[in-house]
C-alpha cells in the first residue's frame, strides 16, 4: 500500500518529534520514500542527522537556503501527502492564520497534495479556545487531523495531547490515503474469534481462539478497499483501522443471527470464528452451587453458521470456511467445504508449530471447490491473511467476467 508513496513529513518543536524517528522508519520499511522537512525549533528536541540517515534525503530546514527557496513549491507537487508529526500549538496556529516564517509553512501553503497533521501539546493547551478554533480552521482548509491521544505528557501529568503512536500515525494515513481501489465495491462478512456458550451467570464453555487470524483478514480486505463487517466474539485485540464495522457477539447464537442479517448484502463472506459445536442445553438462571463430586452438563448443537449461508448462498457470492484440523487434515478440510456448500477452505493444522490459536503466525493451505490447492508457508497472521486475500480477489475477478 505504501511501496513507492512519497511521504513529506514535516516536523516541529515539540517533545513527541522524538517519535518521528520510528514514524520514519515504519514509513520506509513499508516502502515509501520520505523527505523530511523540520522547523528550526524541532532540530532542538530530534537530529537531522539521523533523519537524513535514515531517510537517505538531505533534512530541510533552512527557507533561505538557495536550493530550498527555490524548491520549496516543488516539494509540495513531489509528495504524494504531507504529513506534519508532530505539530506543535504553534505551528497549528500559523498554519491556521496562513503565516509563512519557514520552510515547512512555506511549503504547507504551497501544498497541492492532502496535508494531515497530528498534534501534539499539554492537555490545556489542548483544550484552549485558540486551539480549538484552529483546529476547525485547519479542517476546514481540508486538512486531516489525527486524533491527539490520553496518557503521559511531557509536563508530567496524565491527560489529553499526546501525539498518536507512530503505528497508529502509518495505520491512519495507509487507511486513509493508501487504500487499495481493488474490492472498492464489494462487501466482505468475517467472522472472528471463539464464542462463549452460557452455563450460568458467570461460567461459559469456550475455547482459545484469538480472533488475530480474522481480524487479520478484515484488515487485508480493508486495505483492498472492501467494506467490511467484522462479527467478532470476545476477543482482546481489535482492528487496526477504524473504518472496518464491527459487531461484538458472545455465543454461536447471537453470531448465527448477525450472519444470517448481514450476509444477503455480501459479496464474500470468510468465517474464520471458532464457533462452539455444542451449547449447554439450559443456562441456569442463578450461579450453580458445588455440590456432587461429579457434575453432567447436557449440551445440545448449535446451528452451522458456514453451512445455513452455503444453503441461502447465491451465485455471485463467494462463500469462504476454515477448517481446523488435527488429522487426516486434507481430507476432512475437502469434505467439510463440501458438506457446507463453501467456494474455498482455509486448512489450519494444529501440528504445525507456530501456527494457529494464539499464534502471531499460522501456515495454512487453501483449497478452492475447482480442485486448486495453495500452500502458504509459515508466515505472520497478516501475511497470511493478505495472501488469502488476494487468492479470494482472483476467484471473484475470474467470477465476474463469466457473468
Ligand atoms: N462453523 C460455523 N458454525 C458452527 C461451527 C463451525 O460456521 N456452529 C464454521 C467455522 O467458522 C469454520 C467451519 O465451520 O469456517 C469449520 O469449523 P470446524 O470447527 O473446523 O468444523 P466443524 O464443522 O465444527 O466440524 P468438527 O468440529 O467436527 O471438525
Not at 516541529?12 to 523530511?36: D, M, N, P
Not at 481462539?209 to 480493508?222: D, H, N, Q, V
Not at 482455509?346 to 490459536?357: E, H, Q, R, T
Not at 493478505?386 to 471473484?396: D, L, M, P, Q, Y
Amino acid at each position: 500500500m505504501l511501496k513507492g508513496k512519497k511521504i513529506l513529513l514535516g516536523i516541529t518543536g515539540s517533545i513527541a518529534a522524538y517519535k518521528a524517528i520510528l514514524l520514519v522508519r515504519l514509513f520506509t520499511k513499508a516502502g515509501a520514500e520520505v523527505r523530511v522537512i523540520m522547523t528550526p525549533s524541532a532540530t532542538n528536541f530530534v537530529s537531522p542527522l539521523v533523519l537524513s540517515t535514515l531517510t537517505g534525503n538531505k533534512v530541510l530546514i533552512d527557507l533561505f537556503n538557495e536550493d530550498t527557496w527555490a524548491n520549496h513549491v516543488m516539494l509540495g507537487r513531489w509528495a504524494d501527502l504531507m504529513l506534519i508529526a508532530p505539530l506543535s500549538c504553534n505551528t497549528m496556529a500559523k498554519m491556521a492564520a496562513g503565516q509563512c516564517d519557514n520552510l515547512l509553512l512555506a511549503v504547507y501553503l504551497s501544498a497541492t497534495c492532502p496535508v494531515v497533521v497530528s498534534p501534539a501539546m499539554d492537555e490545556d493547551m489542548w483544550h484552549h479556545p485558540a486551539t480549538k478554533n484552529n483546529i476547525q480552521m485547519l479542517q476546514s482548509f481540508g486538512n486531516s487531523i489525527i486524533n491527539v491521544e490520553h496518557g503521559e505528557l511531557a509536563s508530567g501529568l496524565v491527560g489529553e495531547g499526546r501525539m498518536a503512536e507512530p503505528e497508529s500515525i502509518v495505520n491512519y494515513v495507509t487507511a486513509h490515503f493508501f487504500r487499495d481501489k481493488v474490492l472498492r465495491d464489494k462487501k466482505v462478512l468475517v467472522t472472528a474469534g471463539p464464542t462463549y456458550e452460557a452455563i450460568d451467570p458467570v461460567r461459559f464453555i469456550g475455547n482459545h481462539s484469538s480472533g488475530k487470524m480474522g481480524i487479520a483478514l478484515a484488515e487485508a480486505f480493508y486495505l483492498k478497499g472492501a467494506d467490511v463487517m467484522l462479527v467478532t466474539g470476545p476477543v482482546y485485540v481489535k482492528p487496526v483501522f477504524d473504518g472496518i464495522k464491527i459487531h461484538q457477539v458472545t455465543s454461536a447464537a447471537e453470531m448465527y443471527k448477525a450472519c444470517l442479517s448481514a450476509f444477503p448484502t455480501a459479496d464474500i463472506a470468510v468465517m474464520s470464528a471458532a464457533v462452539a459445536d455444542y451449547q449447554p442445553l439450559n443456562v441456569a438462571g442463578e450461579k450453580i452451587k458445588k455440590k456432587d463430586e461429579e457434575m453432567v452438563i447436557q449440551l445440545a448443537k448449535t446451528r452451522d453458521i458456514l453451512k445455513s449461508l452455503g444453503e441461502i448462498k447465491q451465485a455471485n457470492q463467494l462463500l469462504v470456511g476454515f477448517a481446523l484440523e488435527t488429522q487426516n487434515e486434507r481430507e476432512y478440510a475437502l469434505e467439510k467445504m463440501k458438506a457446507k456448500n463453501a467456494d474455498m477452505i482455509v486448512l489450519n493444522s494444529l501440528k504445525d508449530s507456530n501456527a494457529g490459536f494464539g499464534y502471531d503466525t499460522n501456515k495454512v493451505t487453501v483449497f478452492d471447490k475447482e480442485g486448486n490447492e495453495y500452500p502458504l508457508g509459515l508466515a505472520s497472521k497478516k501475511v497470511i491473511a493478505a495472501e488469502i486475500v488476494n487468492i479470494i480477489i482472483s476467484k471473484v475477478n475470474v467470477k465476474e467476467t463469466y457473468i
